[in-house]
């Protein structure tokens, strides 16, 4: 089967315009379709075409965050295991960096260096991009500037790492067997997860597919556990005490390549809040969660997770418009 090498040179470069002086309406027009769909975190959530994409998502950051890089972790690419098009996505996930020098969406500049952690999804066809799903932790950029929308965190956030292992730049395509066996492995979690009905023990659950020193690196508000105990006391417990009645596992898109994959949905599942998560109280509402998750296998089992939780509007949908609450901007 081709490789992927023309999708990831077209990704390459539209993230070397990006963070040119180019004006970005310019470099979206030149490399995505004009029919591009755009999916993005709260308040942007979700924009169609270039022009929409340029003037509401990335004008606002490359005014902010000025003398602007792109600081990458991971970068691979792969077929859609959710979909019978056959098209290849290239995903990726690091931070964009820059000087905090203006305000973004009523957070206030530092004038100090910022990290905007990112993890995106782009669909590659006929040489243009025509999805992106670009998830930005923005509390956690909210917290660098002293307004933390957030109570306590039962994990520790950090300016998330890269894997342990310094190897998820896949820019040479790795082989096959390695990237059949990483969708496999991430299957199986996600065949496990369920509906949280397997019948086991919380942790005994978990090491069907993970290592037991695995780390999961949460998003702002939440934060990052480490072993299989602390993460089930930390997150995973608290979270499925905290919610009822789960959908099924939605997911627009999941892939992988080598010994990394990863997926995102729109929303990727639904849950009624009986309340405790985050220290918020009950509502009974069904809330709907927008995730990127990207993993790292080695050898038959996950042992990294890097996650991202759209949490504004996770709350906005339970009534509490947390930008709102703490930036005066909703």
Known sequence: ??????????????????????DPAQVMSRFCHPDLIWRGYHPVDLLT????????????????????????????AGRNHMAEDGAVWVASMGHLMGLFDAPLWGVRPTRKIAMLRFGAFHKIEDSRITEEAMYFDLPHLMMQAGQNPFGPQT???????????????LYADAPEAESAATLHAINAMVGDLGDWNLGLPLEEELRRTWHEDMIWWGPAGIGATYTIPRYAEQHSGPFRNSFTNRSKTGHLCRMAEGRFGGFFGWPNFTAEFTGG??????TGKRVEFRVIDFYRRDGEKLAENWIFIDLLHLWAQQGVDLLERTTGIG
């Open 49 to 76: 075409g270039p022009e929409a994409v340029a003037t509401q998502f990335w004008h606002p950051i490359k005014t902010a965050l000025t003398s602007l890089q792109r600081r990458t972790d991971l970068f691979f």
């Open 155 to 169: 994990g520790a956030h950090l300016v998330q790492p890269g894997p342990v292992t310094h190897e998820g730049l």
């Open 277 to 282: 998560f985050m220290g918020m109280p009950a």
């Open 1 to 22: 089967m081709p490789g992927f090498q023309p999708e990831k040179q077209l990704v390459r470069d539209y993230y070397v315009a990006l963070s040119s002086p180019e």
